[in-house]
């Protein structure tokens, strides 16, 4: 979409117009001095010193060279009589205008494209009081306006000359320029009595040689450039018309009052919404719609005169200039294609597709298949790196089972240790309670009964042995000897004295050195008092049984305690901390063993995931090799 393009040209003033006009020009604004709501902006905004040249290339240059490549363009004068419209557009023999520079830049640009070829066709008419007259053909006049779908709008009986050079088409230009009607008023000698369209039509195409025959796509491009010279707006009672001049001027005010009114509703949007637009009012309309709201690039003149006599007019034309702004084209290139010409097109856009699809999936799927090997060497990678780990907890797993079997045997061979042990200091204390009681009398003798120290049965052995542990260890023979000389014997027989004197004599007291070696035994060596301390717990542990229920058995271990603490060797104690040691250090391997395990368990887990992303990965890619070999197939087909 692309809005009209507006600009505004001033004619030059004389002094006594200059020196009292209301309208102030600042860059591309133009406002009255005393009305300060009047004040319009536009695209480009020409003083009165500016030249045609200028007008040209601000623009209109850039539509001509957009017919070339096949768009279709309009330029047209708007303004009041006697403001510079024809002038503007055919110029004069010093300053040439639009309609000589457009033909002159259409044919230099047609040279500039060697590659297509070329046909100019040129045709001139005028709208005179409603009426259609052919300016190339004089007699051809009343012509009316058709519609097709193939050529659009256009004027049935139209003549179009065939042109090749710019000097030609002057020519017929001006051929058609002396049949223009042409009159007099009060404002203008030389008064525009008609509406007058030069129009151009472009046709080309591609250029092809004759080995190129197929491959040739006769497409033809179609453009129109209409350069329109409006006839000025006046007012009866200014330019004095009467009679044929007063008709002449009301048919000119309809037809610029259908073309404002159409340019209204196309600011407005009416169009759009569904609306009416009035183009059929006026054959100037009519013949101009593509150009209004259409396929076409269009320029509005708007040409002015800030003479203070004219402000109403100016005025006017400035309103109707600000309400062409907001019209919008949708311009386009014109195309027309046979059957043949749309098969070699779309023969050849296919072509230029695949080409540029095989392209486009080779450097796709190559890409695709570097990122899948670059995937699939990684997991490979990965699962190098997996297995190698699950060797080496394989070993470790093996290591710590056999220091396992290992310390289970030393815990085995300690604890079978530790009961023969046990068993031989049972056997030893049991022949040592064997041995001979010592007796010797004091003071402590009378706890002691003589029926007791009569020789004692074999039978009896065990009775007697276990009454003597029941009665302690005896006294010293030191002890027995201070007690003896701080007590007589005498007190010890206190039955009466006739016993005493008999009986002592019998019985002679032993020599303390004789006894010595009876009395004093061998005692074990005595352990630490730490040692004795932390050996009792651990012996305590190993002792107490296992069913807390059981508080007799308890009881009973936890008297048998001491006594079986007190039995044991010293190396059976360190025997029974190595052996405590070894079950801590199993109980430690048990927990590394379970970690170990569960870490295992999470390492086989990773390495199934790995294994089955890396399978969806190899048929992916198989997947892919797959559909490009079909894919190489078909076009092979093709």
């Known amino acids: 979409m692309e809005r009209i393009h507006v600009a505004v040209r001033s004619r030059p003033l004389s002094p006594e117009d200059s020196r009292s006009s209301p309208w102030k020009i600042s860059g591309n604004a133009i406002a009255h001095s005393a009305q300060s709501s009047s004040r319009f902006e536009f695209d480009r905004i020409f003083g009165e010193e500016c030249r045609t040249a200028e007008v040209y290339q601000a623009r209109i240059k850039h539509i001509v060279d957009n017919v070339v490549r096949g768009f279709n363009g309009t330029v047209f004068a708007y303004g009041q009589t006697n403001s510079g419209k024809t002038f503007t557009m055919r110029g004069s023999a010093n300053e040439p205008g639009i309609i000589p520079l457009a033909v002159h830049d259409l044919f230099q640009r047609i040279q500039e494209h060697m590659d297509r070829e070329f046909l100019v066709r040129m045709s001139y008419m ?6 259609i007259n052919d300016l190339l053909v004089p007699e051809h006049r009343k012509l009316q306006i058709h519609e097709s779908i193939e050529k659009g709008i256009f004027v049935a009986g139209l003549r179009e000359e065939i042109v090749t050079c710019a000097e030609q088409v002057m020519d017929f230009m001006s ?10 008023t009060n404002m203008n000698l030389y008064s525009s009595r008609s509406h007058t369209i030069f129009r151009m039509v472009i046709e080309s195409r591609e250029k092809g040689d004759d080995n190129e025959v197929e491959d040739f796509c006769d497409a033809v ?3 129109v450039l209409n350069l329109v010279d409006l006839a000025g707006s006046e007012r009866a009672a200014k330019t004095g018309a009467e009679g044929v001049r007063l008709k002449e001027g009301s048919h000119i005010n309809k037809s610029l009052m259908t073309l404002g009114t159409v340019i209204k509703k196309l600011s407005e949007g009416i ?3 569904g609306g009416h637009v009035p183009y059929r009012d006026s054959k100037l309309t009519r013949i101009l719609q593509p150009a209004l709201g259409g396929n076409s690039n269009t320029a509005i003149i708007c040409n002015i005169t800030l003479a203070q006599i004219h402000t109403d007019e100016t005025k006017s034309s400035l309103q109707f200039a600000s309400r062409a702004l907001r019209v919008t084209n949708c311009a386009c290139v014109n195309e027309i294609l046979t059957d043949a010409a749309l098969l070699k097109r779309q023969r050849k856009e296919i ?3 695949r080409a540029k699809l095989r392209k486009s999936e080779s450097d796709h799927w190559e890409e695709e298949i570097l990122n899948l090997r670059n995937t699939l060497l990684q997991s490979e990678l990965e699962k190098e790196r997996i297995s190698l780990e699950l060797e080496e907890e ?7 089972d056999r220091c396992l079997i ?8 300690l604890s079978s240790l530790v009961l023969n042990s046990d068993r031989d200091d049972r056997s030893t204390a049991f022949s040592k309670n064997k041995r001979r009681v010592t007796w010797c009398p004091g003071p402590n003798a009378k706890q002691f009964d003589i029926e007791d ?9 065990s009775s007697t042995v276990r009454n003597e542990r029941d009665m302690g260890m005896p006294p010293l023979f030191e002890e027995l000897m201070q007690e003896s000389n701080d007590e007589p014997c005498a007190n010890v027989y206190s039955s009466g004295p006739g016993n005493v004197s008999k009986d002592s004599e019998d019985v002679p007291l032993p020599d303390s050195h004789a006894l010595l070696h009876v009395t004093n035994r061998r005692k074990p060596k005595a352990m630490k008092k730490s040692d004795q301390e932390q050996f009792r717990g651990r012996a305590g542990e190993l002792l107490i049984p296992q069913d807390p229920c059981d508080g007799n058995d308890a009881l009973r271990h936890k008297n048998t305690v001491p006594c079986v603490v007190s039995s044991l060797s010293s190396r059976e104690s360190e025997a029974i901390l190595v052996i405590k040691q070894l079950q801590d250090q199993i109980k430690l391997l048990e927990a590394e063993k379970s970690s170990v395990q569960t870490n295992l368990d999470a390492v086989l887990v990773l390495a199934t995931q790995q294994k089955v992303s890396f399978n969806e990965e190899y048929e992916e890619v198989s997947y892919v090799r797959l559909r490009k070999r079909k894919f190489e197939s078909i076009q092979l087909g093709d």
């Open 126 to 131: 005028e709208i005179y009081n409603e009426d």
């Open 175 to 184: 051929f058609g320029e002396s049949h223009r009607h042409i009159g007099e």
């Open 221 to 223: 491009r179609v453009s």
């Open 271 to 273: 169009e759009s919404q």
């Open 351 to 353: 072509e230029e597709l």
């Open 394 to 400: 394989k070993k470790a797993k093996e290591q710590r």
């Open 406 to 413: 290992e310390q289970a045997k030393k815990i085995e061979n």
């Open 453 to 461: 120290l009569r020789p004692v049965q074999e039978g009896s052995t």
